[in-house]
């Protein structure tokens, strides 16, 4: 199983504001890696969206943010649109098992 | 513009050898390291090993044992095979490009992917 918990599901009404978190550990988020979030629509491959915890990839709308603190990371979506459900996942890396480890995943849906 | 374009058997047999390949099409094969994710159906994301442009690569713990990462730097390709599978196997696989920036906690992140590779492992 991920060593990077997520909520399984979150939903709102459009143009409303959803936050998914992504607890870690002190192997992992809590030892200082970043964290990345990446967001899948429904049978595509997943799509970068954050990098090094807070960074949009150009193209990114800017109604996604990321932050990290502690043992988390939490991405942000701020005017919730249709075409924002999708499943989103959390990445970093893990000392203890030397590799790269995803979060368990959260479907957004829009309401 | 990058793309990643992968394929490979699709229908195993339990006990048979998974092979994929990944070619990649623009941009440099060198500087970067080249991984290896899959998804089984109706589940999140696992990343299964990666291999730079020389052949170095790296592996999660499970299923190390079974994977064996390659590389034709002459075609930019990289290829995985995943031995003796089971239907616990059974998953979509990706090939990704992963890109680290320089720093002493930075994660190599994935920014390009290719379309997947639906592999089904049944008797």
């Given at each position: 199983q991920s060593v990077l918990t997520q909520p399984p599901s979150v939903s709102e009404a459009p143009g409303q504001r959803v936050t998914i978190s992504c607890t870690g550990s002190s192997s992992n988020i809590g030892a200082g890696y970043d964290a990345h979030w990446y967001q899948q629509l429904p049978g595509t491959a997943p799509k970068l969206l954050i990098?090094?915890?807070?960074n949009r990839p150009?193209?990114?709308?800017?109604?996604f943010s990321g932050s990290k603190s502690g043992t988390s990371a939490s991405l942000a979506i701020t005017g919730l649109q249709a075409e924002d459900e999708a499943d989103y996942y959390c990445q970093s890396y893990d000392s203890s098992l030397s590799g790269y480890v995803f979060g368990t995943g959260t479907k957004v849906t829009v309401l | 513009q990058v793309q990643l374009q992968q394929w490979g058997a699709g229908l195993l047999k339990p006990s048979e050898t998974l092979s994929l390949t990944c070619a990649v099409y623009g941009?440099?094969?060198?500087g970067y390291y080249w991984s290896w994710i899959r998804q089984p159906p109706g589940k999140g994301l696992e990343w299964i090993g990666e291999i730079n442009h020389s052949g170095s690569t790296n592996y999660n713990p499970s299923p190390k044992s079974r994977v064996t990462l390659s590389v034709d730097t002459s075609k930019s390709q990289f290829s995985l095979k995943l031995s003796?599978?089971?239907?616990?196997?059974?998953a979509v696989y990706y090939c990704s490009r992963g890109f680290l920036e320089s720093g002493g906690f930075a994660v190599r992140r994935f920014d390009y992917w290719g379309q997947g590779t639906r592999v089904t492992v049944s008797s």
């Open positions: 990098y090094d915890n807070s150009s193209g990114v709308p800017d109604r | 941009g440099s094969f060198s003796s599978v089971t239907a616990a196997d059974s």
